[in-house]
């Protein structure tokens, strides 16, 4: 297998070279391509009114100044010869769980992967304090491993990885495949005034409440217990049909115009 693996906290992070060494350990071929400088909370960004910087790092590496997305889309479709068989994306300073996964750079960057018909798996550290990576080398090794020799993931589902921090909740209990739970950000923010009179804020807060029944990926990971979640690119709301329906039909529009074909 071939493989691309990048990520949002950029080409030095220590995270990736944590999940960069377990994959050249489990695959045949690998290749990385990632921010050259931090992105963390970019989402699915991408760069379109300059162009990107590419420094060839040597033996199928590249450090690009642009964001995660914009480094697995320039790899599949111009840095690589060939399509490789799997994205991977990460280890994240810091877990990428529940509404993280709308914010985070590291599953955007998978996501990509995923959009462009490769599957993808990425990677997270459950971590508020100290970031102890090379604890993961397992876990993650375990789940590639399982990736390799599992049958293949559908083209249109990714998997988001979270790993409970050793130092906050031990060894690893397990794994358990999960749905998505829900992190309630305190959503602090300052304000300050420059000598110029400029006003400045700025957003963030650690403290948090997670929520989520005992199949969530918030609850396990409190329980410490990897947690694997499937996910895709579609955002369609299935549920929300009828309520969009009825909303047409109100319209005072001809009837040939309500319906979506």
């Known amino acids: 297998m071939y493989v691309l693996i990048s990520n949002d906290d950029g080409i030095d992070a220590p995270g990736l070279a944590v999940l960069e060494r377990a994959a ?11 921010p050259l400088h931090h992105q963390s909370a970019m989402s699915h960004a991408v760069t379109l009114n300059r162009p990107v910087l590419c420094n060839d790092l040597g033996e199928g590496r590249w450090a690009l100044d642009g964001k995660p997305a914009d480094c697995v889309f320039l790899a599949l479709n111009h840095l690589l010869e060939r399509k490789p068989d799997l994205v991977l994306s990460g280890i994240n300073n810091g877990p990428n769980l529940g509404y993280d996964t709308v914010y985070s750079g590291t599953v955007a960057a998978a996501r990509e992967g995923l959009m462009n018909e490769v599957p993808a798996v990425s990677f997270s550290l459950a971590a508020t304090r100290r970031f102890d990576h090379e604890a993961c080398f397992g876990p993650v090794s375990d789940i590639l491993r399982a990736v390799r020799t599992a049958p293949p993931l559908p083209s249109d589902v990714m998997l988001n990885v979270n790993i409970p921090s050793h130092a906050e909740y031990g060894t690893p ?44 990926d918030t609850y396990w990971i409190g329980q410490g217990f990897v947690t694997i979640t499937p996910l895709t690119w579609d955002m369609y709301q299935k549920t929300g049909q009828q309520t969009v329906e009825n909303l047409v039909a109100s319209l005072d529009l001809p009837e040939t115009q309500r319906r979506c074909q």
């Open 173 to 216: 209990r397990g794994y358990r495949a999960c749905s998505l739970g829900t992190r309630v950000f305190a959503n602090q923010t300052e304000e300050w005034t420059d000598p110029r009179g400029n006003r400045f804020l700025w957003l963030g807060g650690w403290n948090l409440d997670m929520k989520g029944g005992e199949d969530s």
């Open 24 to 34: 050249r350990e489990v695959f045949d071929d690998v290749a990385v391509v990632a």
